[in-house]
């Protein structure tokens, strides 16, 4: 026989008043796991008559782990049922009657705590365990249950009980430090948002005021909120294909975060209910020494959010900026205020924590408007530094391709990864004249600027980043010295690094003057490649300045890795830019009468059409030109769309204006691919065709 004061006979008396949670929420998993799994292999039970049972099963396999695995909506759900439990088993603190009742009771505080807190769990880890095993009988008795899915449910399941226990945690402290239902909530949702919010507001600040920060700078990784973790790696994982070794490769680390937060958090909660002053009750704030600092922890990011939105509504206007922090800092204080005392008369009062957050607002606003910290104007000393990495987008390619995860990335990353450029003297030396430019004042007419990212990679393990605007004519010789050799050469173009060589097989290559394509025979593939490569070496800064591209070199290759259970097709091809410089590679088009100029054969061309957007009347008009001179005029104010894409210090065109050009059948064969879309420089383009 159980005694009436017995911890389980409380722990059974609690879940009496909380049996409409036990419910609802065995409802909701029983619908999400049993129910949906039925409907699922329901829905795809059609396909077993159209495919071999094995492939089949197979298929059916994959789709339950990932049912059954980490996933967006699971995350939500076990978020939303974490703070709910969490706010009614201590909702009683929130009524003196309640309370009153509660404490009436004979039993000791901590094993008050302890009944409800562990209640809390069980309500919500049974009924997800009970719903995730009948999944599973289910999913036996199609045929699809594997060691694997078992595996998947139940690092799953352990997962999302870690993950439910730390949010439980933390809306436990929010209620401890609140006396009101919807201030917990609102608590609740600071705790979670804080770190990001704080984050991206330093982002933006660096963002608008710091002219070197780059975005490769930003830290936004979170540290201290479970929720933003899990539905991070919710996000990534998404529908893929995870064993699960990797899936614990993926998220096991978090994890762990998530796993000592939660412990740190149950520690906080419970200190704070012993704690607690009964009194607290009905109040916006339990703890009345804690309300400077909760206010001024949110006046601070609130009011400097407002001021950074008048900035950019205002085109950075400083005077508007000024007037939104003010704004933000008044509202802000008075609007925190009047929760915690829940009077409107309450907005004028404590003024001198008011004024702490203001100076601090102002404080931040002038370190970064004023860069005292002296960002812009940093650069390590070269002897700290073990290698550099240099993104210029000037230099064009089309991207990283991953051959051993076969995905694609960006080309910063390849450079950032593969770059190792160790004459940091130099460099150095380089980036201390550029950080000295007025990035700020005007560009003389006809001059041109240069954008780019360099990467500092230090002794000390830190990598830092900086971003770069500087004249081009100044600084081209020295920028051309960096540039020159193999380090930069190879760790910016993945077609020279030992990885391509290694796992790509070229298996065609075609040139196009922007017009028609001429594809490169088989015998003469490799020796086309090696070519360009060699051309590639020497492509620098004057060549883009001096040259505008002859033509387009398509490099088609295949991943000696590939699989097919992989993402892309195993067959990708890289586009790059072919100059009249590139000594080689010119050589062997001439040779072969590829990459002709395709104004030479303009006696073939029928009709120029010229479409002209009207920003008045909102409408396209299109004129048609097919007299031979009117042609001859129009032909220098049109570049194939192909060439115009690889253009960068060349005048602009005119994306008011497109052309399209309709070549006859006399042109021949090798104008059945031509590419007819063209760009405009209206500058050049005669009056008549306007």
């Known amino acids: 026989m159980m005694s009436k004061n017995s911890f389980w006979a409380s722990m059974r008396e609690n879940l009496k008043r909380r049996n409409w949670i036990a419910v609802i929420y065995s409802v909701i998993f029983l619908l999400s796991f049993p129910v949906g799994m039925t409907l699922w292999i329901t829905s795809f039970s059609s396909r077993k008559e159209m495919m071999p049972l094995a492939e089949w099963k197979e298929d059916m396999v994959i789709g339950l782990s990932e049912y059954l695995s980490i996933n967006i909506l699971v995350t939500l759900l076990v978020t939303i049922m974490a703070i709910i439990c969490a706010i009614q088993g201590f909702s009683y603190l929130f009524r003196r009657q309640k309370m009153d009742m509660y404490m009436s009771v004979p039993v000791s505080k901590e094993r008050r705590f302890a009944v409800i807190y562990l209640n809390g769990i069980l309500l919500f880890a049974l009924p997800y365990l009970f719903s995730l095993l009948i999944g599973l009988c289910i999913s036996g008795a199609n045929g699809i249950l594997t060691i694997e899915v078992v595996k998947s449910m139940l690092y799953s399941y352990l997962a999302y009980l870690i993950y439910y226990v730390a949010i439980y945690n933390i809306t436990i402290i929010a209620v401890m430090l609140t006396g009101n239902l919807l201030v917990s ?35 936004l990784k979170v540290h201290f909120s479970p929720m933003i973790m899990m539905f991070e790696k919710s996000v990534f994982l998404g529908n893929n294909i995870i064993s699960v070794p990797r899936l614990i490769e993926q998220t096991g680390m978090t994890m762990g975060k998530i796993l000592m937060i939660g412990i740190g958090t149950g520690i906080i909660a419970y200190l704070l209910y012993a704690i607690r002053p009964a009194e607290s009750c009905n109040k916006a704030i339990a703890f009345g020494k804690t309300k400077p600092i909760i206010k001024i922890g949110l006046m601070v990011p ?204 070229i298996k065609n290559i075609e040139f196009t003057n922007g017009v028609w394509r001429e594809e490169v025979e088989e015998d003469d593939i490799e020796r086309v490649f ?161």
């Open 302 to 505: 609130i009011s400097l959010i407002v001021g950074v939105l008048f900035y950019a509504i205002t085109d950075a206007n400083i005077a508007m900026t000024v007037f939104g922090f003010m704004i933000g800092i008044v509202l802000s204080h008075s609007i925190m205020e009047i929760i915690f005392a829940f009077d409107l008369k309450a907005a004028i009062k404590h003024l001198a924590s008011g004024a702490v957050g203001a100076v601090l607002v102002f404080t931040i606003f002038i370190v970064f408007k004023f860069d005292l910290t002296g960002y812009d104007k940093w650069v390590p000393n070269p002897q700290k530094v073990e290698s550099i990495a240099l993104d210029l987008p000037v230099f064009f390619d089309t991207g990283y391709y991953d051959f051993e995860n076969d995905y694609w990335s960006g080309s910063a990353e390849y450079k950032f990864d593969h770059m190792e450029l160790t004459d940091t003297e130099n460099i150095c030396a380089f980036m201390e004249s550029v950080m000295s430019e007025d990035v700020e004042s005007v560009a003389e007419e006809g001059e041109n600027f240069l954008w780019g990212t360099v990467k500092y990679r230090m002794k000390n393990g830190k990598e830092k980043y900086r971003s770069i605007h500087f004249p081009v004519e100044k600084y081209m010789d020295e920028l051309n010295d960096i540039i020159s050799g193999e380090e930069y050469q190879k760790g910016n173009y993945q077609l020279l690094g030992e990885e391509f060589s290694k796992y790509a097989r």
């Open 530 to 690: 090696e070519n360009y490569k060699a051309d590639l070496m020497n492509y620098d800064l004057k060549t883009i300045v001096n040259e505008f591209p002859i033509g387009v070199i398509y490099i088609e290759y295949e991943n000696v890795n590939y699989n097919v259970n992989t993402t892309y097709n195993g067959t990708h091809t890289y586009s790059m830019p072919v100059y009249a410089s590139f000594e080689k590679t010119k050589a062997y088009t001439d040779e072969h009468g590829h990459l002709k100029d395709w104004k030479t054969k303009s006696e073939y061309i029928d009709v120029i059409t010229i479409s002209h957007w009207d920003e008045m009347s909102r409408e396209s008009v299109d004129r048609d030109f097919g007299d031979k001179e009117d042609i001859q005029e129009i032909l220098p104010a049109i570049i194939p769309g192909e060439l115009a894409n690889y253009r960068y210090f060349m005048e602009e065109p005119d994306y008011t204006y497109d052309a399209f050009v309709s070549f006859n059948g006399e042109a021949g064969d090798e104008w059945i691919d031509f590419s007819s879309y063209f760009y405009v420089f209206s500058s050049k383009l005669p009056d008549f065709a306007k």
């Open 185 to 219: 909530l609102c608590a609740t949702a600071v705790f979670l948002f804080y770190e990001i919010m704080i984050k991206g507001i330093i982002f933006i600040l660096c963002s608008a005021f710091l002219h070197t920060y780059s975005n490769y700078s930003s830290d």
